[in-house]
């Protein structure tokens, strides 16, 4: 009943912390992406993945049957609730298996109030479901080692590959297991059963690999890493507050008592630190030459801390028992007090200003200033997100660049007309509506493409820049041709709007970028 209940609680925890605000009233690109093309034709999305975000196929599918009922925000987000749940009964389990049920409450509480898990648990992305897939993996790897029998290998193997199929980084879950094993000095039928188990793995995921590589380009925009990416990993594992960083380390810390294991046991530490440290550790080592890190990529390893944490807390409770007679209630309080001081931060995230862009603000503006038939151009073409995710505020206008519509051109935006093409469909226009994403509006910006160039060229040589609206992630700029826009004293039209009005900053749209390249 105590082993239960361990589980169980933390899981009600994280599903009331992540409905919580569920809702925020808009999308930002990520979730955009993901709504969009969840909401395609399985044929579709197929087409899709042939030439981008392959190794998010899985995911696409996934939500393509969740949002065929009815699609909306709350239904883009609950897959990721439900993920964090699961996550946070995981690690209650492992914790409740390598140590006692206090442990595992505590760990499964710690983890359900880090700010880092309710960031994700609200968001319509894989990560989530990733980092269930990764704990509920580390679990039967736990079991497995135990068991003579195959079955539990090939559930591990199965779990671990679904689990990686939702996305590639998952696959140094493999080498965080590899540590724990060797940790554990495992016999060798263990190693021969995990290097088979882990094979499959491999293999299922090549595919996927191959593929992914060719579409690389998509994270080029990855910084290399340094010792500022690896403090603020450790904050968002922790929780960012001074208050909670430094306690929550000492803990850690405890968990590691000196102590011999049987051979062949699973400790607590020889499970959660490799989860922990291994997999965002290679990738931080890796991204310092080639980047490929990004924090969400390891998420997954967040379940390891709090289990360290608990170990540490139960270390502490056992050797002073005096101090801590009701140890369970003292340790729920601890974490009462670690949520009541990462509260705000839960509270701040839920706004949706929190996110890079608010696409949902950016469509009630296009509401708002254009008219059916209006001319508008999107500057690059991936400004066409907003109007993609929430397609009323845009309905009835003329987007002047697209040739062939996103789902049936297997892109994420859609497939525009060629320079020639596109400049004699500007020649015909005396104004235009340009909606651009915020790097399109420094002057330091030089696109790659053709068809970018000849946007920021005939923009800048034809055209003068009229009514400017800015919103996060999105700026909004009526144009007119020069040689037919004279505003004269008492004419009634607008005034051209220096390139330093408003809130775009050096560079904005309205003076010119340069020569395109």
Known sequence: MAAASSVLVPVVVMLGIGLWGLDRGGMWRDEAVTFQV????????????????????????????????????????????????????????????????????????LYAVTPMTGHFAQEGRSYALVAAGAAGTTLLLVRAARSTRPGPWCAYGATAAATCLLHEMALLLLLAHATTLALARVPGRVWRAWLLAAAAVVLALLPLVLVS??????????????????????GLFTGPARLVIV???????????????????????AVALPLAAVPPGV?????????????????????????????????LATRLPRLLPHAVPTGVLAVALVLAVQLPLLREDRRPDRRPDDLAAVSAVAHRELRPGDPVLF??????????????????????ALDVPAPASGTLYGREADPAELRRRLERLDRVWLVAAPFATRRAWRPGEAAERLKLAVIHEQFVPLERIVRRGVTLRLYARRTTYSPGPGSGLPRPVPPSAGRAGPGALGSPPGPPR
């Open 38 to 109: 969840a909401q395609r034709s399985v044929p579709q999305i197929w087409h899709l993945l042939h030439t981008v975000d392959a190794v998010h196929g899985l995911y696409y599918l996934l939500m393509h049957a969740v949002l065929a009922p009815h699609p909306g925000e709350v239904a883009l987000r609950l897959p990721s609730v439900c993920g964090a749940a699961a996550t946070a009964g995981l690690v209650a389990a492992l914790g409740v298996r390598l140590g006692r049920p206090r442990v595992g409450l505590w760990a499964g509480l």
């Open 213 to 234: 590589h060719g579409q690389a380009a998509q994270v080029a925009w990855l910084a290399r890493t340094g010792p500022a990416s690896v403090r603020r990993l450790l």
């Open 247 to 269: 306690p929550y380390l000492v803990l850690v810390a405890l968990a590691f008592r000196p102590e011999r294991t049987p051979r062949g046991e699973f400790s607590l530490p």
């Open 283 to 315: 990738l931080l080592a890796v991204s310092h030459w080639r980047p490929l890190y990004d924090e969400r990529y390891v998420l997954y390893a967040l379940a390891g801390a709090p289990l360290l944490a608990a170990a540490g807390a139960d270390h």
């Open 379 to 400: 500057l690059p073409s991936l400004a066409r997100r907003a109007a993609l995710a929430y397609p009323k505020g845009f309905r009835g206008i003329h987007d002047i």
